[in-house]
């Protein structure tokens, strides 16, 4: 008696296997890719242009592009397939750090391929789906005495080398101090414009071990924030010679209380460990040091995420703090300090 196989019609089988079958279709072809890339030899580190991430304040660079960091005479330069070439003079430069980071290879790709692995095989797949980078930070005074905080991600081994060339050439390692605070006159504040306008003082890790790519990175981020408030008439960076000039400038300063660096490996394979956390003081001040208000904002990747975006995430948060907080009015607050009495200051 001949019998016909029936298909199964349990859902939950059908279910792991369309489930392991996606996740074999997205993730075979990553370890392919990253199999051919390790294959293929690598460019000399010691070569005159090095491919890197820029992932944010070089000076006419867009955040989170690709393109070839070199040494041209002078000059640092970035270029980006083959558009103007951005550059700093090399002897700008007041300080180069160097770190090691790990993040995810593959994209979202990948994220969805671990999340269809079934049993947890996905944090399985985490182990081998991230890799480790430099992450090189490189501060610089632009032409105005504004300060910059530049990051780079390039190939893990290749940041020390940049760091000798630049130093070789005249690069500096020694951070630089912020300016002496703005002071103004009576006389002249009496004649400013119904706006305040804020400088970004460099940030201080106080306590902690901020490691100098979260500290450029926290401070590229609050300039970038604030500008887009549209709370204040400008926005001027650390040492910026234009604020000596400008009436109704406050400074922000921003003290770092917490700092847990996390890891974006532990995150992706455990769930509950590897977070990167951050917690900031910020006190905005008069030119005179006469504190105007100050809160404590957080920032904090718990799971998925770069340990960068932290910075981002306290820098939108102070953003909206100050946002939220109504300033003095600018020509009582002068008034009163020109005739020798105490402001009123918001809390």
Known sequence: MNRQ??????????????????????????????????????????????????????????????????????????????K??????????????????????????????????????????????????????????????????????????????????????????TPSEDPVPIRTTPEESLKAAEEWSVQVDRIDPGATTLDPSFSDAIYENLLKELAKSKQFKRVFRSGDRNANDASGVLVLKTLVEKYNPGSETRRAVTTIAGATKLKVHIQLLTGDSRVVLEHTVDGNVWFLGDNLGATNKVARNAAKTLKRSPLPQLATSIAQQSIGKEPILMP
């Open 84 to 173: 103007p070439a951005a550059q700093i003079n090399i002897t700008s430069i007041h300080n180069i750090s160097l770190s090691e980071e790990d993040n995810q290879v593959g994209g979202v790709p990948m994220m969805l391929g671990k999340t269809a692995v079934p049993y947890g095989g996905g944090r399985v797949v985490s182990l081998f789906s991230h890799k480790k980078y430099d992450s090189l930070a490189i501060e610089y005074l632009d032409n105005n005495g504004g300060f910059h905080g530049a990051i780079f991600r390039l190939t893990k081994g290749r940041g020390e080398t940049v760091k000798s060339d630049l130093i070789a050439r005249g690069a500096q390692i």
């Open 5 to 82: 196989l029936k298909p199964s019609t349990d859902p939950v089988l059908t279910s792991l296997l369309l489930r392991s079958g996606l996740a074999l279709l997205v993730v075979l072809p990553w370890f392919a890719t990253t199999a051919n890339g390790q294959s293929q030899p690598e460019t000399s580190a010691a070569s005159s242009s090095i491919h890197v991430k820029h992932v944010l304040g070089f000076e006419g660079v867009r955040r989170n592009v690709s393109g070839e960091l070199s040494i041209q005479g002078d000059d640092l330069s970035f270029q980006q397939n083959g």
